[in-house]
């Protein structure tokens, strides 16, 4: 568990980044911290590892406050991953991955043998593992980034905006694939977006942001769209437009679901008693 207490982060040149922020990141489940551009998503996220560190308050993880841990050790022992996968770019794949490890002391053979572990896990062949980065895809480029934040066996996982660079038809084949990976791995995910959809598909617990990191609301998906806390959060998610506002239209042969331009989503399933 990750638990902010009333954090806050002025940067030297006073931008309040973060004001007052608390939150509670439940163990073994997705949470999305999701707002517009420069609401305090990326400062939230580098105050777990202590990349960035808060100006006033604690954030505990397990019930120990991270300041009393080396800073080095902590970010080792939490997985990163980057909007652009922050990969060594004259570095090979395998040596990408195996960073972490060897920083750690770990064996040559044995690091190199845990890459190609993880980058089975992440659906990667073992024939690109001695590629160089600019030699893989973008999407092929976010799963490197991906198995290396997983090397170590992290139980925490910070990823931000790691699928906000990729095309359409991959983002959506690294989100599928991000699910399937939590179903199996279940760390504890704090994941940053811009994207309401991507934060509803992918969060057990989404955190709505307004800006210096004001909660507009938290809760599960469905929580939010059933009853969103706010004319703000009701604005950001799209109730009143778009795929979110669906109703009933009947047709000769039963109910079919309309968005507000008039196009069918899908069809009423009603419950058989
Ligand atoms: N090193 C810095 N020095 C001064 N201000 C900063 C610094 N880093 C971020 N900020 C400011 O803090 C605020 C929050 O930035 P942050 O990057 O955390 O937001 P974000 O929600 O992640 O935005 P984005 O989606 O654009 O990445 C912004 O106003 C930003 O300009």
Known sequence: MIEFRSVTKTYPDGTVAVADFDLVVPPH???????SSGSGKTTLLRMINRMVEPTSGTIEIDGTPITGRDPVKLRRSIGYVLQNGGL????????????????EGTPKARARERAYEVLDVVGLDAGLAERY????????QQRVGVARALAADPN????????GAVDPIVRAELQAETIRLQQELSKTVVFVTHDIDEAFLLGDQVVILESGAQVAQIGSPSEIVEAPASEFV??????????RALRPKRTDRGTVLVDTAGRTQGVLVEDTP
């Open 156 to 163: 925490i996982l910070l990823m931000d905006e790691p699928f």
């Open 88 to 103: 060594l770019p004259h570095h090979r794949v395998v040596d990408n991955v195996t960073t972490v490890l060897r920083l």
């Open 29 to 35: 489940r997705t949470t999305v911290l999701v707002g």
């Open 133 to 140: 980065p600019s030699q893989l895809s973008g999407g092929q």
């Open 234 to 243: 009701a604005s950001f998610i799209g109730v009143e437009r778009g795929a």
